[in-house]
């Protein structure tokens, strides 16, 4: 649950840099309304956030009603990655308002055209077919869901596991939730799916094995501790329709070593798994590449960006 900061005006020290501009008390009184506000009519979870009212923000600055200026390094959950407010991006979204259509679901339109063109244009093979969806976690639910028609259609009714790793993140909607690798997140859920299961990640904050640094390390070495854990499981890898995971994890900010990355894609084309890239955090530029697969070498059979 979150915790919430109490509302104390504090005296701070006045800053005046190129980035930063602290002119009032932190948090500033005046500000104290709105937050009320927020407090009264959200839930808890959305007020465990430092008490800066955002009132603005363009490239990487945050500003507040009342002058002060701040860096936003959480870049919005690395959604800003083109810069908040990128004038290209907001030019776009004025262009298409000012067009006069806001909306048209699944009626065929001349713009959706264009951008599942362009999507798949700048994409490898076999990544070919887009689906536009609104959220990474329904991205998640329908990755899960193609994953298990696939492997049902190929490997009949017992093909149906999704593979995904422990400290994953992949969302907060059911099926995506369970794919997360949070026991504690998941634990109101009570009756989880149990074809949905969690191998370790190959962190090397956390496992000497996956440090490519420990003079002992080697790919198979590594890659044999997702076997072992399979193994322990009980999970046939002719089972497994689907393994799911981020390219590099969010909350660790560490790629998977590139040799056990080679190694999963070897076992999917061999057991006939699809094998799915979690990239809404790690795409569209964000880990310096295109994509975030493209450090491996290798390419995803489904893409989440
Ligand atoms: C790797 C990853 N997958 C999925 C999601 C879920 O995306 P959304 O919050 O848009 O549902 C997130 C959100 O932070 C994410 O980081």
Redesign the pocket.
């Known amino acids: 649950m979150s915790r919430r900061f109490e509302f104390v005006p504090r005296d701070t020290k006045k800053i005046e840099t190129k980035n930063r501009r602290i002119v009032t008390k932190i948090p500033v009184p005046e500000s104290s309304e709105i937050i009320e506000e927020l407090r009264k009519y959200e839930p808890l979870s959305m007020s465990g956030q430092p008490l800066v009212v955002w009132d603005r923000a363009e490239g990487f600055n945050v500003y507040d009603k009342f002058g002060n200026k701040w860096i936003d390094f959480s870049s919005g959950?690395?959604v800003a990655n083109a810069g908040h407010c990128n004038p290209k991006v907001k030019n776009a979204i004025i262009e298409q308002a000012e067009h006069g259509l806001l909306f048209n679901y699944c009626f065929p339109s001349e713009i959706r055209g264009k951008l599942v063109k362009k999507l798949s244009d700048i994409s490898p093979e076999p990544l070919k077919k887009v689906f536009l969806l609104?959220?990474?976690?329904?991205?998640?639910e329908c990755a899960i869901k193609l994953a298990r028609k696939y492997g049902q259609k190929v490997g009949g009714k017992k093909k149906i596991k999704i593979i995904t790793f422990d400290d994953?993140?992949?969302?907060?909607?059911l099926g995506?939730i369970q794919a997360g690798g949070s026991k504690k997140a998941k634990e109101w859920i009570v009756n989880l799916d149990p074809d949905i299961n969690q191998v370790p990640y190959p962190n090397s904050f956390k496992y000497s094995w996956a440090d490519v640094n420990d003079p002992t390390y080697s790919d198979d070495k590594c890659f044999n501790k997702i076997l072992s854990s399979l193994q322990k499981q009980n999970i046939e890898p002719e089972h497994i329709a689907g393994i799911m995971s981020?390219t590099f994890?969010?909350a660790w900010m560490e790629l998977m070593t590139p040799g056990v990355t080679r190694k999963l894609r070897e076992f999917c084309d061999k057991f006939n798994i699809v094998l799915i890239f979690?990239?809404?955090?790690?795409g569209f530029g964000r880990t310096g590449k295109l994509f975030g697969f493209e450090h491996y070498n290798i390419v995803p059979d489904n893409l989440?960006c």
């Open positions: 959950v690395v609104s959220t990474g976690s329904e991205a998640t994953a993140f992949h969302g907060r909607t995506a981020e994890q969010g979690d990239e809404v955090q790690a989440l």
